[in-house]
């Protein structure tokens, strides 16, 4: 009877601790977030398209074209992604983030990469503009 007086409030304050981490809608960092986390965690393509624009556009058009000709060979490929903060630069109208990306699929060992992510706002709000990719020494 203790231990299940005990549980309910531990996982209502985990819940509370996890939304309280996550930035607020609207913010870049929160756009930005949404866009890792549809892009590399999800491997939702589609999803990520609705948040960017510009070049940022053309590269996830890009990523979709090559997606569907892999076909069956990528379906239901899903890495285990954990990403986290490097730096963040906030302007009035234009933001910039790194962060850092730890992939890991199966059978495969983990790789590092490093995400920079351009944010623009514009009349439909903060969307992700430009993104580069590298590997993590």
Not at 13 to 41: I, S
Not at 71 to 85: D, H
Not at 125 to 135: A, I, L, M
């Amino acid at each position: 009877m203790k231990i299940r007086a005990l549980v309910l409030p531990a996982v209502l304050l985990a819940v509370l601790l996890a939304a309280a981490c996550r930035p607020d809608a609207g913010t870049p960092r929160a756009v930005a977030e949404g866009f890792l986390d549809n892009y590399y965690v999800a491997v939702d393509l589609h999803a990520a398209r609705g948040e960017v624009e510009g070049l940022a556009a053309d590269k996830v058009a890009q990523v979709i074209e090559l997606a569907a000709e892999a076909g069956e060979e990528l379906r239901g490929f899903r890495p285990r992604v954990n990403y986290t903060l490097g730096f963040a630069e906030e302007g009035e109208e234009l933001a910039r983030y790194e962060y850092e990306l730890r992939v890991e699929s199966d059978g495969g060992d983990a790789i590092a990469q490093l995400v920079l992510l351009t944010l623009r706002r514009g009349p439909r709000g903060w969307k992700v503009s430009n993104y580069s990719e590298s590997e993590r020494d």
